[in-house]
């Protein structure tokens, strides 16, 4: 029997504060229980949405109790549902839960996928190293299945941020997330990034942006979180197109860049647009020579070359697309422990998405991609596939499923 | 033979700026000399790629030497430009030219497409009451063939804005340009805006916001003109589902909102997404009840019923999405006399993407839905249809055209 390796491009792990709070500087702890005291208030202030209230009992039901967030730092158990997923390694990000569900398990200081929005460049860092510090540490644990993603505030000290991704690779870290947004910062078309992506051209350190950092333009008022949810793929695409405009892949052929938890299909729309504009289409023709005074090719082939979409629980349109968007750029996640993910159902949701799709290009997506991109040991990983990786007939066929969603 | 009634629901108009400076009131004339020195200085600033002077070049030669810019405020040529493009009639907003081809004609006080950032709001509003009274003096020399859009800047003074809005609907004019981008302001999902939906709803005024102000965070760069290119669509866009998701249509059922020159493409995917979440989604449902709280229908209805996309200058993919979007919430434009639109080649651009769509679908969006939309009085213009609109042979057959791009 054939067993798919299967690899998550989208998990999310971290401890509870008072386990974050060892790993911080001893100066940063008390601003630490100051921020965590501001979040719990937060935290009230959502309460009373009838239908959201349910939402997180079903959850909290689901999750036997504990919001997910035990496998977020329990290495035994986290390696135990991935198991029951048939998931054979992931990609770990920050933020477990913030407030998602009711829970606070994020990142010091909202230095995860907020990018730090709001709080001082300083104690950002901080809480960054925090978090990486506790990371290495859970990655040494099963280091086979999981590699880390080290968070690297990039906004602000260009030079500590340079020190942070050395650092990070030193521990064993493969990958860094930077601010999905640069809010009053230079955009990533500034050259002062440059030492950015050199350095992780050099170390061979995989650039990641995740969605999750919204807009910050309009205020409380009618529609605000359905006008957010619509608008939030955006800003999580922003990045792509700055750094494929400025040149970043022209200068560093050798950087990878993945987009995180923001889909796929938006990328086919999206990269025949940009390539129109650089072969000259009449709409753009007064902009004369904007679209290829940084750029060698057209911006497709910096997509097919340096750039992957983790599209964490893709949708039909997701994988319909993959044809135009590159069916090896596409990686597949399931969001763990986030309950907008496949868990518990992972293994439905992957049948549901690839039954109808060729063996060799589900397997390219399921994880043979990430397996490439990563530098996992495919070869050490392959006796926990062959226990736990969907089979063909699983995933194409009409094998019964333990769990269904009801 | 049967001719189409063509109407361009994307045309520009204008005077020079010693003509606009006779429409301001006195106190704003030695202000407003000043912000044309600026412009000249930009425009100085503009010069020196050399593929943008080619184009510059090839468009006077295609436009007699004049950029187009006679058609923007001379009453006799602007008609006989649209009578050899075809076109009956057509919805006019401000800026025949800002810069684009070396050139300014644009609305005082960058009132006008930009919205009016950067300068002092109460400048901006004797810039738009200046060309608004050109505007109505331009439409009262061909009323049968002119929809006129009153620029209206409605983020600072209300009130203001509200008197603006009543006088544009006595001197005649059909619709309101409001700024594309809030920029500093609140979004329009505020209440503060409910006055501007109640009043242009009250009195028949069509809404429009109109591409062209794009995005202020970041800052000269490399890339930065392909950036925003690739950008623009969506500022352009956002407008829509932030009046959506606040419930504006909801309240006011009768309002009319149009998207103008921002292609309608992108709506595909966007109503989609929008009724998904409505209809409650797996990603969204941590999310609870925002997506219902303000609306009693889908998106997409209100799209049919309040929205249309006047999409001037039509791609292929336009058309082909129409199903998507809905046929009779599309409006052809030519965007006359901007470079980027069809002169001198509507006729054969209308059959490029018109050759093979049913001719009752062509009538609708060339120009049926604007003339209902705007309420032309089409039994008055059917001589001038008869003269001058291409016919069902001209669209969808081999007649020979005689201007073809070269």
């Known amino acids: 029997m054939s067993h798919y390796l299967v690899v998550s491009a989208d998990g999310h792990a971290g401890p509870p504060a008072d386990q974050y709070r060892e790993y911080l500087d001893p100066g940063y702890r008390e601003a630490f229980?100051?921020?965590?005291?501001?979040?719990?208030?937060?935290?009230?202030?959502?309460?009373?949405d009838k239908s959201r209230e349910d939402f997180v009992e079903k959850w909290e039901h689901l999750t036997g109790g504990d919001g997910g967030l035990l496998a977020a730092y329990d290495s035994d158990h986290r390696d135990k549902v991935l198991d029951d997923q048939g998931?054979?390694?992931?990609?770990?990000?920050?933020?477990?839960?913030?407030?998602?569900?009711?829970?606070?398990?994020?990142?010091?200081?909202?230095?995860?996928l907020g990018g730090g929005a709001g709080v001082e460049p300083d104690k950002v860092m901080a809480g960054a190293r925090a978090h990486n510090r506790w990371l290495a540490d859970f990655v040494s644990q099963s280091p086979l299945r999981r590699i880390g993603?080290?968070?690297?505030?990039?906004?602000?000290?260009?030079d500590a941020a340079i020190n942070e991704i050395r650092t990070a690779r030193e521990v064993g870290l493969k990958g860094v997330l930077i601010p999905t947004r640069w809010f009053d910062a230079p955009a990533y078309h500034d050259d002062r990034y440059e030492p950015v992506w050199a350095t992780c051209e050099e170390l061979g350190m995989v650039v990641h942006t995740h969605s999750g950092s919204g807009p910050a333009d309009y205020g409380l008022?009618?529609?605000?979180?359905?006008?957010?949810?619509?608008e939030a793929w955006w800003w999580a695409a922003r990045p792509f197109w700055v750094l494929v405009w400025s040149g970043v892949f022209e200068r560093h052929r050798n950087l990878q860049y993945v987009i995180a938890e923001n889909g796929a299909w938006w990328m086919a729309d999206t990269i025949f647009k940009?390539?129109?504009?650089?072969?000259?289409?009449?709409?753009?023709?007064?902009?004369?020579?904007?679209f290829r005074e940084d750029l060698s090719m057209k911006p497709s082939e910096y997509l097919d070359r340096n750039c992957f979409l983790a599209a964490s629980t893709p949708g039909v349109e997701d994988i319909e697309r993959r044809h135009l968007i590159g069916t090896d750029n596409i990686l597949w996640g399931n969001d763990l422990p986030h309950p907008e993910g496949t868990f518990p159902y992972t293994r439905y949701w992957i049948r549901e998405r690839f039954r109808e799709v060729p063996a060799d290009e589900t397997r390219r997506i399921l994880g043979a991609t990430a397996a490439g991109l990563y530098g996992l040991d495919v070869a050490r990983l392959q006796p926990i596939v062959d226990g736990i990786g969907p089979t063909a007939e699983e995933v194409h066929g009409d094998v019964p499923l333990e769990k269904v969603p009801a």
Chains 1, 2 share one sequence.
Request: hydrophobic residues 45%.
């Open 221 to 230: 008022g009618r529609g605000m979180m359905a006008i957010y949810a619509t």
């Open 87 to 112: 998931v054979a390694a992931e990609v770990l990000f920050p933020d477990a839960d913030v407030l998602g569900t009711g829970r606070i398990a994020a990142s010091p200081f909202g230095s995860g």
């Open 149 to 158: 993603v080290a968070v690297v505030p990039i906004l602000h000290d260009i």
């Open 274 to 290: 940009m390539d129109e504009k650089y072969l000259g289409s009449h709409n753009t023709e007064k902009m004369g020579n904007a």
């Open 33 to 48: 229980d100051e921020h965590q005291t501001q979040l719990r208030e937060m935290l009230e202030l959502m309460r009373g």
